[in-house]
């Protein structure tokens, strides 16, 4: 049996599982410029060198090439996200034509978050285009929602809160286009095959960026 610590994998967590998995072979990506009793490191048997420059995904690959499977790295990686016709069924009306674009203003941390008067002014841009937007996220960043409203009181369907992962998805399949902080549903974005706009404050889109050729990403280190 093979352990395998996918990238990020430099928790104490990881450190847990590959030790009880009793695998013959466990493997991670390492962090540079550690000692290497850090992170517990001393449990695997194969440290694959970090690239800060390279994307997690790749990484990952690097650690199936290093045990000696073979990866077919010509073409770009094809992101899905499999929903049952049950569930399918059962997800909210999505039904606002071809004309609308996501938001999502959300975020974890707040080095990650785009100014919420700059979303505004992109709610009154597409306003003005006669595009519908819709904003979505978690229910704890309603907040978030009521701040874009306040400032110009402009059109938008809130969706904050009112959705499960597999609603977002087919959303996003519908959607010309989203724009959204570094955020898991930046990522859901590819999978769904949306045109994104990735916003990214003091995180390296290199490595946690989109993974898609399709993608425009702006970043700025002090994000306010």
């Known amino acids: 049996m093979i352990f395998i610590g996918c990238q ?4 104490v967590a990881h450190s847990v599982f590959a030790f009880s998995s009793f695998s013959k072979i466990k493997a991670k990506i390492n962090k540079k410029n550690t000692l ?9 048997d194969m440290l694959i060198p970090n690239d800060l ?23 770009e990686l094809k992101c899905k996200m499999y929903i049952p016709e ?5 997800c909210c009306p999505l039904n606002f034509g071809i004309d609308y674009v996501v938001i999502h203003p959300g975020g974890g941390g ?4 785009w100014p919420i008067i700059n979303f505004s002014k992109i709610v009154n841009h597409f306003n003005g285009l006669n595009k519908i937007v819709v904003i979505v996220g978690g229910i704890e960043e309603w907040g978030l929602f009521l701040e874009i409203e306040a400032v110009q009181h402009q059109k938008m369907i809130n969706l904050i809160g009112k959705l499960n992962l597999s ?39 290199h490595h946690i960026g989109p993974y898609t050729h399709g993608a425009t990403v702006m970043k700025k280190d002090n994000i306010h």
């Open 8 to 11: 990020p994998s430099n928790t």
């Open 86 to 90: 049950s569930m399918r069924l059962q």
């Open 110 to 113: 707040k080095q990650k978050l």
């Open 36 to 44: 290497p009793y850090a992170d517990y490191d001393f449990i695997f």
């Open 53 to 75: 420059y390279r994307h997690r995904v790749d990484l990952n690959f690097d650690i199936i090439q290093a045990l000696g499977l073979k990866i077919d790295r010509g073409t």
């Open 167 to 205: 609603d977002v998805f087919q959303l996003l399949q519908q959607s010309q286009l989203i724009i959204a902080n570094d955020t898991g549903i930046m990522h859901l974005s590819v999978a769904a095959k949306t045109q994104i706009i990735a916003l990214f404050g003091h995180t390296n889109p």
